[in-house]
């Protein structure tokens, strides 16, 4: 027995040893930036995706560690826990996944559509197939002109995409790329670059998010650094633990990859997210030449929610100090209020022995309420005797004939 429990505890063991760094699998130094991360990540996803490897038991397990590793990295809590200590300071049990919808059956869409529903993050990446398409040039790109929006409906799992050409002048100026939906489709916004081979490789992804009546998304390049808000992260970290969600509501402001874009043609895309039905959408890109007004203050804002973010990590310190001696009080509120209870009700009880008179038998009310049913059953009859016998009384007789006497007097 002893032998057995070894043998199955040392599987997990040994398991953890041939993990490979995260890094090392996805093939980036530790201070990649997130975005450098998630590209590596997509290329290595769509390598070894099991769409495109169904034989291959192989590739199946590298496309789980490239996964797994992307988990780590990508999440800005776990990556710093793990360069810090390690494997150990990850919980494999709470790695979340991103689903390729294209690819579950209709019974596991369904289900992932009740869970977003409910409110559990579903995280859900573009579709593997759309991915291998772009790459080897097999998509069709209509030409979007600056300033002129698009109307148009994706299907789901379905891409669209456009190029747009911008001057030196226009490059110079920024650019911005937004997409709505007024019927509050999911959709993610994406952005590709242009490969050796003349295919289209993902480079940007913004996930479409509520923002009032609609769902929209933006990509902005306007020559300085310009920050991204994953809301997702924030979104997981409220299903684990309400508290922290404010304090970590600013953990996905991340600096975008890209602050510029030079001048030629470029290609944006967007893809339908939604679980079973199409997305509506209206796509514009504009040249901020004259927006220059909102870019600075665009810039002054994020440079102040930076600071709030410092300032937030700060006073969540603080916080969790006074809560917890907070819930000390409370808890010793409680337990003084139930000793000084106790207390009192065994003084009562004390006096009450001071006595030689025997004790008080109280009737109970039950007792009392038999007593008083039984003298109504007993006097029930007696009442209905004097009823009946003034109902007779009551009643006429065939010989009580009341004559009607002319009262009137004679003329």
Known sequence: M??????????????????????????????????????????????????????????????????????????????????????????????????????????????????????????????????????????????????????????????????????????????????????????????????????????????????????????????????????????MAAAKDPDSAFFKKLDGFQPCELTELKAGTHVFAVYGDNFFKSATYTIEVLSCEPFLEEKESLRAVEAQILTKRVELSKFETEYREVLAQFTEMTSRYTQEMQEIDELLKQRNEIHALYTTAPPIKRSSSRSRNRGHSKEEKEDAPVREKKSTFRDRTKKKKWFNIHLKVDKRKPC
């Not at 999440?75 to 049990?93: L, N, Y």
């Not at 916004?189 to 992804?205: A, H, K, P, S, V």
């Open 2 to 235: 002893p032998s057995n429990n070894k043998s199955k505890s040392e599987k997990p063991e040994a398991a953890k040893q041939l993990r490979r760094d995260p890094y090392e699998v996805l093939g980036v130094s530790r201070n990649s930036t997130d975005q450098e991360i998630k590209t590596a990540y997509r290329k290595m996803a769509l390598k070894y995706h099991p769409d495109k490897n169904a034989n291959d038991p192989k590739a199946a397990d590298i496309f789980k560690e490239v996964t797994f590793s992307y988990n780590i990295l990508s999440d800005p809590d776990k990556r710093r826990q793990f360069d810090t200590s390690g494997f150990e300071a990850v919980e494999s049990e709470s790695q979340e996944l991103e689903l390729d919808l294209s690819s579950l059956g209709a019974v596991n869409t369904m289900f992932a559509a009740l869970f977003s529903k409910l409110g559990v993050p579903i995280k859900t990446t573009v579709s593997a197939t759309v991915l291998e398409e772009a790459l080897n040039g097999m998509v069709t790109v209509r030409p979007l002109l600056l300033g002129q929006p698009i109307t148009k409906k994706v299907e789901k799992q379905c891409c669209h995409f456009y190029s747009v050409e911008i001057s030196e002048s226009e490059a110079r100026a920024g650019l911005v790329c937004q997409v709505h939906s007024s019927d509050r489709s999911k959709f993610k916004l994406l952005y590709f670059d242009r490969e050796d081979n003349g295919g289209l490789g993902l480079c940007l992804q913004e996930d479409s998010a509520k923002a009032g009546k609609v769902t929209s998304a933006g990509m902005y390049f306007l020559g300085f650094p310009v920050y991204r808000l994953d809301h997702t992260l924030n979104s």
